[in-house]
Antibody, heavy 118, light 113 residues
Framework: EVQLVESGGDLVQPGGSLRLSCAAS????????MHWVRQAPGKGLVWVSR??????SYADSVQGRFTISRDNAKNTLYLQMNSLRTEDTAVYFC?????????????WGQGTLVTVSS | DIVMTQSPDSLAVSLGERATINCKSS????????????LGWYQQKPGQPPKLLIS???TRESGVPDRFSGSGSGTDFTLTISSLQAEDVAVYYC?????????FGGGTKVEIE
């Protein structure tokens, strides 16, 4: 059974940093693109970033502030979030992609809440 | 970026009746080399993560009831719930995964009338 479990969400002040983790199980983690998608309170879904073994990409709104990474030996996806802004407040979901970057997200974690506020 | 526009923002449908949600992309998401539309539909219930219902515009995911169907090509797509059930109350999102970044529509809230 595919499982994705996020952790690391917290209350942080503007300008602060946070690292999110997503523990994956039930599939060959290293073979899949992995994504972060966020959802501000009461709002829609917004793609944040994706990564595979060859590279990564980011939404313009987080480029230069967030860094996605993965540890295939630990089956874990990460999102390092720096220079956080109030508008980064959201539930952050990790989601599985596919063998290609251009496929939908078929499994999602439950999400972890990041609140940026003074 | 490819902009995805959903309509309506919300709709109320009687139990057993049909619900129709529209999604329009600002450019075609049909890849001519394989004739596939890079368009998915997700269902999100309160307090839950999104669930993929339909991929490639019309392919139902395993376990998804057959009352859910997707149609369309190019820039115009539709999600139809043929006979609304109480458990279908949710927000539905379309997503294009043709371009980078992948983008979602704004969502359509489906309620019982």
């Amino acid at each position: 059974e595919v499982q994705l479990v996020e952790s690391g969400g917290d209350l942080v002040q503007p300008g602060g940093s946070l690292r999110l983790s997503c523990a994956a199980s039930g599939f060959t983690f290293s073979s899949y693109w992995m994504h972060w998608v966020r959802q501000a309170p009461g709002k829609g879904l917004v793609w944040v970033s994706r990564i595979n073994s060859d590279g990564s990409s980011y939404a313009d709104s987080v480029q230069g502030r967030f860094t996605i990474s993965r540890d295939n030996a630990k089956n874990t996806l990460y999102l390092q979030m720096n220079s956080l802004r109030t508008e980064d407040t959201a539930v952050y979901f990790c989601a599985r992609g596919g063998y290609s970057a251009y496929v939908p997200n078929d499994y999602w974690g439950q999400g972890t809440l990041v609140t940026v506020s003074s | 970026d490819i902009v995805m526009t959903q309509s309506p923002d919300s709709l109320a449908v009687s139990l057993g009746e049909r619900a129709t949600i529209n999604c329009k992309s600002s450019q075609s998401v049909l890849y001519s080399s394989n004739n596939k539309n890079y368009l998915g539909w997700y269902q999100q219930k309160p307090g839950q993560p999104p669930k993929l219902l339909i991929s490639w515009a019309s392919t139902r995911e395993s376990g998804v009831p057959d009352r859910f169907s997707g149609s369309g090509s190019g820039t115009d797509f539709t999600l139809t719930i043929s006979s609304l059930q109480a458990e279908d109350v949710a927000v539905y999102y379309c997503q294009q995964y043709y371009g980078t970044p992948p983008t979602f529509g704004g969502g359509t809230k489906v309620e019982i009338e």
